[in-house]
């Protein structure tokens, strides 16, 4: 049986933690076991536009499992199937695609493995459509990828927006304050949901529960009834009042997502001014989510996901993107994978248990 010899490694889209633990696991188990040369493109599919790399070995990846980032740097706007550029004063996108094969080419490499969220591994399915032999890790702190149960980076995530419940319940307290914090997760409230069960917000908002101001209005007035003198509204970035929309901060149009959210944290918080006499103040926490040093749970479940990643390039096991289900590490097929967001199910038992603990969802 042949088995591949020299593969190439990116990583796409917004950094996460755990992706220096994937890459360190993929050149671990390609070289070291199989003596495999492995070349890490830079800034994502830039990499391969501009045929810039780094040949990547055991000296390479020592000492990177804990931190956060990438070694090997990501962009979220480098589309080889959609490279902006000026012509006569317009902006134009053009594809490029043959030039990033070419390199794949050039440099004699049987594969490539992807490691990215949905923007970047929808970009690995196209190659794949054009004879490119891919694998896909899934990367993302907003765990909205199908065919897995868990994406790495989540776990990180979690953990900072749970301290973040936690520490602003002082401040609460203290000055009997309501206090939103707005997280990300984009079109799925996994972020929002969990670490306001963890941190115990009294109010969660997400994008899959469309939520009536009314109904959140009530549920601080009932706290204050209850005795309760302060709120703690967890709201995801792309939580939706019912009849409207997610809140837009801006549109990059360059981008593999275009569409970045943010506002609602204020938009909710001059809402609630208006109708209520408690002070409102807001929290935004933006990229410390996808910041610092990945958590041990991360760090294993990404030293899985490049280990299994890699041995399935040595296999020449293309097309699929590593997953974890249950406690197993697996093999999905990637168009499958990148073909639906992975979003909370509102009737879903974790919702249930949010609200059977009290968790308003402002519906
Ligand atoms: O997909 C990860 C994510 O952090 C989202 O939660 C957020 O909406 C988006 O990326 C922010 O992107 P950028 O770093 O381009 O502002």
């Known amino acids: 049986m042949s088995r591949a010899k020299r593969i190439g490694v990116l990583t796409g889209g917004g950094d996460c933690p755990g992706l220096n633990a994937v890459i360190r696991g993929v050149v671990k188990a390609a070289v070291y076991k199989y003596d495999m040369d492995v070349l890490g493109f830079l800034d994502g599919y830039a990499g391969l536009l501009k045929d810039n790399f780094i040949r990547l070995d055991g000296d390479k990846v020592s000492g990177i499992l804990p931190r956060g980032g990438t070694i090997l740097g990501s962009s979220n706007r480098d589309n080889p199937f959609r490279v902006p550029e000026m012509e006569n004063g317009e902006l134009i996108f053009r594809d490029r695609s043959d030039e990033a094969i070419k390199t794949l080419e050039r440099h004699g490499l049987d594969g490539l493995i992807v490691i990215g969220g949905d923007g970047s591994l929808a970009i690995a399915s196209q190659l794949m459509g054009k004879g490119v032999m891919v694998i896909g890790v899934p990367k993302t702190i907003d765990n909205?990828?199908?065919?897995?149960?868990?994406?790495?980076?989540?776990?990180?995530?979690?953990?900072?927006?749970?301290?973040?419940?936690?520490?602003?319940h002082t401040t609460a307290e203290s000055h009997h304050?309501?206090?939103?914090?707005?997280?990300?997760?984009?079109?799925?409230?996994?972020?929002?949901?969990q670490s306001g069960l963890a941190g115990g917000g009294d109010i969660v908002l997400i994008p899959e529960i469309p939520f009536v101001i009314d109904r959140v209005i009530d549920a601080v007035r009932e706290r204050t009834y209850r005795g309760r003198t302060f709120s703690i509204i967890v709201v995801a970035e792309g939580a939706i009042p019912a009849g409207g929309s997610a809140v837009v901060k801006q549109v990059v149009k360059e981008s593999t997502d275009p569409v970045r959210l943010g506002g609602i944290g204020g938009w909710l918080a001059?809402?609630?001014?208006?109708r209520i006499e408690a002070e409102v103040r807001v929290t935004v926490l933006g990229h410390l989510q996808r910041g610092g040093s990945p958590t041990a749970f991360d760090?294993?479940?990404a030293t899985r996901f490049g280990v299994a990643a890699g041995e399935a390039a040595v296999?020449?096991?293309?097309?699929?993107?590593?997953?974890?289900?249950?406690?197993?590490?697996v093999n999905a097929p990637l168009g499958e994978a990148v073909s639906q967001?992975?979003?909370?199910?509102?009737?879903?038992?974790?919702?249930?248990?949010a609200r059977a603990v009290g968790t308003c969802f402002g519906d």
């Open 144 to 168: 909205d990828l199908g065919s897995t149960d868990v994406t790495f980076g989540f776990d990180t995530a979690l953990v900072t927006a749970t301290e973040a419940v936690d520490k602003l």
């Open 177 to 193: 304050r309501i206090m939103v914090l707005e997280v990300m997760g984009r079109y799925a409230g996994w972020i929002a949901l």
């Open 270 to 274: 001059n809402e609630l001014e208006q």
């Open 299 to 301: 760090r294993v479940l």
């Open 315 to 329: 296999k020449e096991g293309w097309g699929i993107m590593v997953a974890l289900r249950g406690t197993e590490i």
């Open 341 to 353: 967001l992975r979003r909370v199910d509102p009737n879903s038992e974790l919702v249930m248990a």
